[in-house]
């Protein structure tokens, strides 16, 4: 380039922006003598393969995309060794610094008419075959005559097609990244819809939804955190409205709306997408200035609110009941609908008896005696019901089941044995989280045996994997190859702490033949694939000493240690750490 000022035929005028990769000019097509935006690569990154390819894949994501709501690629330009992008100049200005200047929240209307916008375009790019992965204020643009318009493809995925960054490897901004995506998943477009619910709820709330001190405290917010409610304390949100944003909030991707189309429906921004542009367009702070004349929400009356505010919280158990195990689901079906009958039988027997007053007449040794009784009968019942049965899941016969220790070696109380018997899987999983610190104790230890058993021969594979964790850890219930059976049953069925505690066994030769390194590989590398912490570590380890049939590979165990020390895991913080500081390391 011999004209410091021109690039081919393009003609600089100014600088736009600076980022991690490059720049952004301004500059006049003088051959067509329009106007245009030129992104360019780093001079000293045109020499880094990662780098050229991922300038080189938002451009094969651009030139396949030709929407209003989404930066036009007009074409690539290698001009010696350096790499351009000619594209549309948009004249606006980006939506975070809209939002940081405004300093409050913006209208429902003004939110929505931005989300109509985005939403078409996104809709348009999945239909493309094109996610975008980074869905974030930044990277909205909003134009001068009111439209919304997508930037920054810079690490979009075409849909089959190669991808650049190592399996396991998070990418996107932390603050708007969709759980699968903090854990290492690669995202989907249910990703790119949950990061625009996250813009969206920031729009409307003023902060985003999720927050934290470091990244891993923010990442782990994404994770597992649940958004604060907008109603009522955001004026004209309606329970509709969060209801929406909320279920393309959720944690689990298959429970959020299937598409971008399906979630702007909801919010009713669909509706709005003619108009959205005007809309923008005349909320002068949006297109000019954080200064300019907005309008002063109507007071809403308290009726209102309360009528609102119920609507919100009962959508709210809605989505946490859907978002249970099907299992659980049916305990908590039932144990209301016992709940219900049982409240009408009393209300209508207290109402209806004409006999109600014999009943009070009933002597204190005769109630002591009937609840003796009753104490019996349902503590039968109980060892009845956790007899082992005859399963294929272990492939063993009756008499081997017969071996299994029953509950009649439990002392519980009675308000334990019906707390067992209709516990759901949320119960064991409160009950099991302080397990570490019961010792002895055999109350605790026979409690939560009764519900794992109940619950693992229903089926449910948690319940499965903390009945092999007791046949580890009860002190009198020690048996390796019930563990081993609960825990494969359940690794089978993709849990993947379970997963983990089978490859432990594998490793610490707990099971007939001793030490197998290679099958405790293949059980951890299956657990880390689901993104289980525990996983990664002990994959991590087998690369890095080389273990188990694996050729030493630091970059893949250090990459491993990184993403468990994301969700928390302190050995593989203390490993990464070790590793990434030593020279062994390349």
């Known amino acids: ?61 651009l030139a396949k995309l030709n929407h209003p709501n989404i930066t036009t690629l007009y074409s690539p ?85 190669v991808r650049l960054t190592r399996a396991g490897t998070a990418v996107g901004t932390p603050l708007y990244m969709s759980p699968e995506q903090c854990r290492g998943g690669e995202g989907d477009e249910r990703s790119d819809l949950y990061s625009l619910a996250v813009v969206l709820y920031e729009m409307l709330a003023g902060t985003p939804p999720f927050s934290g001190a470091t990244e891993y405290d923010l990442t782990q917010a994404q994770i597992h955190a649940e ?10 949100v309606t329970p509709e409205l969060e209801s929406a944003i909320m279920t393309a909030l959720s944690k689990r991707p298959e429970h959020r709306f299937p598409n971008l189309r399906a979630f702007s429906d909801a919010l009713g921004a669909t509706a709005m997408r003619i108009d959205a542009s ?34 919100s919280r ?52 005769d109630k002591k005696r009937r609840g003796d009784d009753f104490r019996r009968q349902d503590v039968d019942v109980g060892n009845r019901r956790a007899a082992p049965r005859n399963t294929t899941a272990f492939g063993v016969d009756e008499n081997q089941a017969s071996e299994v220790p029953l509950d009649s070696r439990s002392r519980q109380t009675y308000e334990s044995v019906v707390s067992t018997s209709g516990g759901s899987i949320n119960d064991l999983r409160n009950l099991m989280r302080d397990s570490d610190q019961w010792k002895s104790s055999s109350i605790q230890w026979d409690s939560a045996f009764k519900l794992a058993q109940r619950l693992a021969q229903e089926g449910d594979k948690e319940a499965q994997y903390y009945l092999g964790k007791i046949y580890i850890k009860a002190p009198g219930r020690q048996e390796p190859k019930y563990a081993y059976q609960w825990f494969k049953t359940s690794a089978e069925a993709g849990n993947s702490d379970a997963q983990v505690a089978l490859g432990k066994m594998y490793q610490n030769g707990l099971l007939e033949g001793g030490e197998n390194l290679p099958e405790a590989i293949r059980w951890y590398q299956k657990a880390a694939d689901q993104h289980n912490a525990e996983g990664q570590y002990w994959l991590a380890v087998a690369y890095e000493k ?30 990464s750490e070790r590793l990434e500081n030593s020279c062994r390391y390349r």
């Open 278 to 311: 005007s809309i923008i367009r005349s909320a002068g702070h949006l297109v000019q200035d954080s200064t300019a004349e907005r309008d002063v929400p109507t007071p809403e009356r308290l009726s209102t609110k309360l009528v609102a505010l119920a609507k």
């Open 1 to 61: 380039m011999s004209d410091p000022q021109m690039i081919g035929h393009y003609r600089i005028v100014k600088l736009l922006g600076v980022g991690a990769m490059g720049k952004v000019h301004a500059a006049v097509d003088t051959f067509l003598e329009r106007d245009v935006a030129i992104k360019s690569l780093r001079a000293e990154l045109t020499q880094d393969p990662d780098f050229v390819g991922r300038f080189r894949a938002e451009a094969t994501s």
């Open 546 to 575: 080389g273990k188990g049939g694996l050729k030493r590979d630091c970059r893949t165990a250090v990459d491993l240690y990184h993403l468990a020390k994301m969700q928390g895991h302190a050995k593989a913080a203390e490993a």
């Open 77 to 161: 330009v290698l001009d010696g060794k350096d790499l351009y992008m000619i594209m549309e100049l948009v004249n606006g200005r980006p939506l975070d610094e809209i939002l940081s200047e405004r300093g409050k929240p913006l209208g429902v209307k003004e939110s929505l008419a931005v989300i109509a916008q985005a939403a078409d375009g996104l809709a348009y790019a999945h239909q493309m075959g094109v996610i975008h992965r980074d869905i974030k204020p930044s990277n909205l643009m909003v134009a001068d005559d009111g439209r919304i318009k997508i930037m920054d493809f810079g690490i979009a995925r075409v849909r089959g097609s």
């Open 227 to 236: 958004a604060p409610p907008l109603v009522p304390r955001i004026s004209g």
């Open 314 to 365: 009962s959508a709210t158990l809605v989505r946490r009941f859907k978002g249970l195990h099907p299992a659980a689901q049916g305990v908590t079906v039932g144990v209301g609908a016992v709940v219900i009958l049982a409240s009408l039988y009393f209300g209508l027997e207290s109402l209806f008896s004409p006999d109600q007053h014999v009943a009070r007449e009933i002597s204190l040794p």
